[in-house]
């Protein structure tokens, strides 16, 4: 087995850098664009924890120089993982780092699911929780051990062979759903219209059917092709390891999953246009996967994903390499039948009822919620209304000179002050020093008196 000389290409999550054009000068010198590598998503939903903990162990000059010489089994089978307790102190409080937070984020995700589907139980036990993700260990949730490492392998070595299978029925979906809404649309037309659209539709696609040869991929026409049209190179001077060398661009002696489709760009262009109506990218990107899937199960012995020079020039050995089938694209190969499109409508339709009773439901509560919405406004115009008379009625009030009203239209009287006298007015009698009207003003004059 070949020795595997980086982590990310043993799991096939290397960045990807695409292949480039090589020109050649007068003295038959190779130079090699600089391209700025791009990272490739895996698809995990843990692609970044994924990356960061590679990158940090590749930081390491022990861990490093074990990668190098280890091979895919080592490393997918654990036995590497015991290798971490021989890393530097800066590298291991890293990876707790980053094992935290890939834990805190985990633990959000887990909230916000529970919060969507109006869970009540809220304080759940998030250790439980967390045994779901199986790429890191949960008992452990604040230190990054061996299992950890063996976890996070085992687990993207998993997922990652299901990938494909994956993307490839994405692909029949959105297939299915393209022929759906055609035939809808067909069926939303008159008879005139309805045949003209078809005849439309039937001359894109015989359109989009006349097209080069497209050379299997992997073959000697279409590495030929590469080497004459994208590298520059003469096609009689064709070499195998030359090739291989050219096109390993990361000079890590494979070929990695986007290297190897890179490959297939020229073929491609046979076929699809971005600019032309009956051409889909879609489409073309599903053809690349198969392209590459092709390459991949004739050449790769070793099934690591990846294409060693060994295995390259034995592949060239074969009899398929000099006379091969030639390739069948998409359109001689439905990517459904008619049952299975038959199944995916019933499924569409009882997806567009079950929306459909739930935007009934909400539009039931947005009209009950305008009824409340009015009923406030009015009981807040009719307290408007009410203070503005009460105002009103204080003002008319005042200047009627009567009491002001209390706030339910009483009538509040207030003490009044003393009125000064006018001088000419006669004080009352106790004020003027006369007695009142019901005693004698004086004692009799000519009473007798008695000795």
Known sequence: ??????????????????????????????????????????GLYY???????????????????????ANTEDIKNGRLSKELDLVGHHVRTRLDELKRQEVSRLRMLLKAKLDSTNTQSLQMDHSSLLKQFEHLDPH?????????????????????????????EEFKRYEMLKEHERREYLKGLDQEKREKEEKRMQELKEKHHQHPKVNAPGSVAQLREVWEE??????????PKT???????????????????????KELEKVYDAKNEEDDMTEMEEERLRM??????????NQDR???????????????????????????????????????????????????RKAENLQQQQDLLKERGKALEAQRREYQQAVLEMSQ???????????????????????????????????????????PNHLPAEPPQNLPIHT
């Open 306 to 356: 990846l294409v060693s020079l060994e295995e390259f020039l034995k592949s060239t050995e074969k009899k398929e390499f000099s006379n091969p089938r030639e390739w069948e694209t998409l359109e001689t190969k439905p990517a459904y039948t008619e049952e299975e499109l038959q199944l995916f409508e019933v499924e569409l339709k009882d997806k567009e009822e079950e929306l459909k």
């Open 292 to 301: 590459r899937e092709h390459v991949m199960k004739n050449v790769d012995a």
């Open 1 to 42: 087995m070949n020795p595997t000389p980086v982590w990310l290409l043993v799991l096939s999550i290397c960045a990807g850098v695409w292949s480039v054009p090589i020109d050649r000068n007068g003295d038959n010198q190779e130079t090699k664009e600089e391209v700025p590598e791009e990272n490739v998503d895996t």
């Open 230 to 239: 994208t590298d520059g190179l003469d096609p009689k001077e064709f070499n």
């Open 47 to 69: 692609d970044r924890y994924l990356r960061e903990v590679i990158e940090v162990l590749e930081t390491d000059p022990h861990f490093r120089e074990k990668l190098q010489t």
């Open 243 to 265: 090739f291989f060398k050219l096109h390993d661009t990361n000079e890590d002696a494979v070929l990695d999953e986007q290297e190897l489709e890179a490959l297939f760009t």
């Open 140 to 168: 452990n949730q604040n230190t990054f051990e061996a299992k950890d490492l063996e976890l996070l392998i085992t687990t993207a070595t998993k997922d990652l062979e299901n990938y494909d299978a994956e993307r490839h």
């Open 393 to 435: 009625r204080k003002e008319q009030q005042a200047a009627d000179g009567q009491p002001p009203a209390g706030p339910n239209g009483e009538l509040q009287f207030q003490p009044e002050a003393p009125k000064v006298e006018d001088k000419d007015v006669k004080a009352p009698a106790e004020l003027q020093g006369e007695a």
